[in-house]
């Protein structure tokens, strides 16, 4: 299992906290944009680093590079609701830097979400964007994130749990 970091738009609190998660559980990180991001940091004296993918500045290039490295198991952290259904199809876990879980259920209704607002954008009525990422922000993420793993992490055992009465 690894996690894969659509690292472009991740706020930087998200970043940290991705690491701080796959250091404790020993989980391969992989930040993929078209430009540096900071992938090291230093918590209590411990560095925590993840790989960075520096990918062409060409559209979609850190999109198609996360769907060539992710398999069935991992997990991947991205806004970006296209690359979301891409990765969801290949039996990959994704969640957004606030928490939103993506899944087969609920893509396909984002992903209309989505367009309708790009084609809204397109034709001069832009709509209010939320740019802040607080607190309230990061704990959503963080319990989606805590979620995620525990339930990629966790062993499946048939019929452990459930005895007949």
Do not use: H, W
């Not at 500045?57 to 999109?63: I, K, L």
């Not at 069935?72 to 259904?85: C, F, Q």
């Not at 259920?105 to 979400?113: F, R």
């Amino acid at each position: 299992m690894k996690i894969l970091v659509d690292a472009d738009s991740c706020p930087r609190q998200a970043r940290e906290l991705v690491l701080r998660r796959a250091c404790k559980l020993s989980i391969r990180t992989i930040f993929a944009a078209n430009r540096s991001i900071p992938s090291e940091y230093t918590v209590n004296g411990a560095t925590m680093r993840a790989e960075m993918i520096i990918c062409p500045a060409s559209d979609n290039s850190a999109d198609d590079r996360i769907v060539e490295l992710a398999q069935s198991g991992d997990l991947a952290i991205t806004r970006d609701v296209p690359l979301a259904k891409r990765l969801i199809e290949n039996g990959v876990s994704v969640i957004d830097d606030r928490g939103r879980i993506f899944t087969q259920d609920n893509i396909n209704e984002m992903l209309s979400i989505r367009n309708f607002k790009v084609g809204l954008a397109e034709n001069g009525l832009e709509i209010e964007r939320t740019a802040n990422y607080g607190k309230k922000e990061l704990k959503l993420f963080a319990d989606s994130l805590d979620r995620a793993l525990t339930k990629l992490l966790t062993p499946r055992f048939p019929g452990i749990g459930s005895e007949s009465v």
